[in-house]
């Protein structure tokens, strides 16, 4: 029984993090601050679950996206980056 219950709850996080977007941003970035605002509008229309992750946390994620952040994500592929407004949001949906 207990097999099971790992089984579903491992399915149930990987469903998850698939249907999650990904907000790469960095501290101080304006760029960042308003496409987490756009983010804020879209959400009051539609479901929209994201993770916020800076990239100078992480060397690799920092040489991979420091020219181009904020950049959103899902399912590994970059949807938006750079300035990214509250239409771009409404098609990347």
Known sequence: MAIVFLRIKKIAC???RDSLFILYTRPN???CEEAKLMIQLVQEDFPLDYEE???E???ALHEKYM???P???KNNKILLYGNI?????LEAL
């Open 53 to 55: 992750i800076n990239i």
């Open 85 to 89: 407004g509250y239409a771009d949001l």
């Open 57 to 59: 946390t992480d060397d």
């Open 14 to 16: 990987r469903e998850r």
């Open 29 to 31: 970035c304006p760029l």
């Open 71 to 73: 950049v959103l994500e």
């Open 67 to 69: 020219l181009m952040i």
